[in-house]
Antibody
Framework: QLQLEESGPGLVKPSETLSLTCTVSGGSISIGTYYWGWIRQPPGKGLEWIGSTDYSGSTYYDASLKSRVTISGDTSKNQFSLKLRAVTAADTAVYYC?????????????WGQGTLVTVSS | DIQMTQSPSSLSASVGDRVTLTCRASQSIGRYLHWYQQKPGRAPKLLIYAASRLQSGVSSRFSGSGSGTGFTLTISNLQPEDFGTYYC??????????FGGGTKVEIK
């Protein structure tokens, strides 16, 4: 069973870069049947997909965030990371990493516990 | 982008009730539809995948149906622990999944 855990700063200043890492245990991020994704949830709001990466390093981003986002994987550490540039208060949210299971038609079947990132000076 | 619309936005029901939540897609998505339960301060939990398949370990009181553009999640014999917000998610447009806005379920 996969386990995912997010880590990174909980406070980021406006215009700076938000950086988070997701550490995966219980399986390899090199598995071809998974994408590895980031999802966020602003306070009191719904879930927003940010982007994903796959075993080959290919990346996929939400169109509205594409210009500011980079997702990358590190197979040696079994981690994948999120960088979101030029943040504003609107980027304040709980950020989740999750595994997207291609073998079962694409649900996010395992999630990290989430980490709250606040954008404030 | 495929838009997902959930209804109602909230509901209140009594223990033992049968509750039905609806999710509609802006275009046909086959059966690429999944349901999650989220409790306050917790990560979403997968309940149903591929429209009707029960995730391992999830109570059989949860069931899903539908295909194309219309889907339902039914909770039979509602229990106190079933409170929370329920989200649907489409994966037809992989790798660009989208979520519905959620239905908040409260126990009377």
């Amino acid at each position: 069973q996969l386990q995912l855990e997010e880590s990174g700063p909980g406070l980021v200043k406006p215009s700076e870069t938000l950086s988070l890492t997701c550490t995966v245990s219980g399986g390899s991020i090199s598995i071809g049947t998974y994408y590895w994704g980031w999802i966020r949830q602003p306070p009191g709001k719904g879930l927003e997909w940010i982007g994903s990466t796959d075993y080959s390093g290919s990346t996929y981003y939400d169109a509205s965030l594409k210009s500011r986002v980079t997702i990358s994987g590190d197979t040696s550490k079994n981690q994948f990371s999120l960088k979101l540039r030029a943040v504003t208060a609107a980027d304040t949210a709980v950020y989740y990493c999750a595994s997207f299971n291609l073998a079962t038609s694409g649900p996010f079947d395992y999630w990290g516990q989430g980490t709250l990132v606040t954008v404030s000076s | 982008d495929i838009q997902m619309t959930q209804s109602p936005s909230s509901l209140s029901a009594s223990v033992g009730d049968r509750v039905t939540l609806t999710c509609r897609a802006s275009q046909s998505i086959g059966r690429y539809l999944h349901w999650y339960q989220q409790k306050p301060g917790r990560a979403p939990k997968l309940l149903i995948y591929a429209a009707s398949r029960l995730q391992s370990g999830v109570s059989s009181r949860f069931s899903g149906s539908g295909s194309g553009t219309g889907f339902t999640l039914t909770i039979s014999n509602l229990q106190p622990e079933d409170f929370g917000t329920y989200y649907c998610q489409q994966s037809y447009d992989t790798p660009a999944p989208t979520f519905g806005g959620g239905t908040k379920v409260e126990i009377k």
